[in-house]
């Protein structure tokens, strides 16, 4: 079956960074695209960007644009999203989704999440 | 950016209640419209997608309609395990974004 594990829980002080990894299993990783979604605490999802894993092409929110790297290693199936110059504000959930590249679908399947906090 | 607007923000029901949830782009999306369920300190799941096709193994009490700014979820009777908060999500133009979330608790 589908799976998405992500990796455990960070604690960061503000300025430093935080690379998240998701670790996909139980289908061809690169025929899909992942995304990456957070979500602070009472807050809505807030969508950050994704990668094309079967060409590595990347798209950013304007809210992140500079701050914010995805990666991919097809060798390990694994997905990276790294955010630099963290705030306090940055303190939330954060969780990788699948979307097939083609048709008409939206998200099918979610990482379990992974909390980064941001404390001096 | 285009802005999901989800209403009501929460409402209280009944097992075996019909339930409607609203949610309304701020532009015309086509049919490129999600619904997610999310319980509390778990991840969210996908419901519908193309505003109303079920994902694989969602149960057929969940139903969506709608098309360009104005659409619909619908749960025909309400069972235990619903009660969670839902979220839609347009993805016909980047950035995606979400509703602000309806929660739906137990009356």
């Known amino acids: 079956q589908v799976q998405l594990l992500q990796s455990g829980a960070e604690v960061k002080k503000p300025g430093a960074s935080v690379e998240v990894s998701c670790k996909a299993s139980g289908y061809t990783f690169t025929s899909y695209a992942l995304h990456w979604v957070r979500q602070a605490p009472g807050q809505r999802l807030e969508w950050m960007g994704w990668i094309n894993v079967g060409n590595g092409l990347t798209s950013y929110s304007q809210n992140f644009q500079g701050r914010v790297t995805i990666t991919r290693d097809t060798s390990a199936n694994t997905a990276y999203m790294e955010l630099r110059s963290l705030r306090s504000e940055d303190t939330a959930m954060y969780y990788c989704?699948?979307?097939?590249?083609?048709?008409?679908?939206?998200?099918?399947?979610w990482g379990q999440g992974s909390l980064v906090t941001v404390s001096s | 950016d285009i802005q999901m607007t989800q209403s009501p923000s929460s409402l209280s029901a009944s097992v075996g209640d019909r339930v409607t949830i609203t949610c309304r782009a701020s532009q015309g999306i086509s049919n490129y419209l999600a619904w997610f369920q999310q319980k509390p300190g778990k991840a969210p799941e996908s419901l519908i997608y193309s505003a109303s096709s079920l994902q694989s193994g969602v149960p057929s009490r969940f139903s969506g309609s709608g098309s360009g700014t104005d659409f619909t979820l619908t749960i025909s009777s309400l069972q235990p395990e619903d009660f969670a908060t839902y979220y839609c999500q347009q993805y016909n133009f980047y950035p995606l974004t979400f509703g602000g979330g309806t929660k739906v608790e137990i009356k």
């Open positions: 989704a699948r979307r097939p590249l083609s048709g008409t679908y939206s998200f099918d399947n």
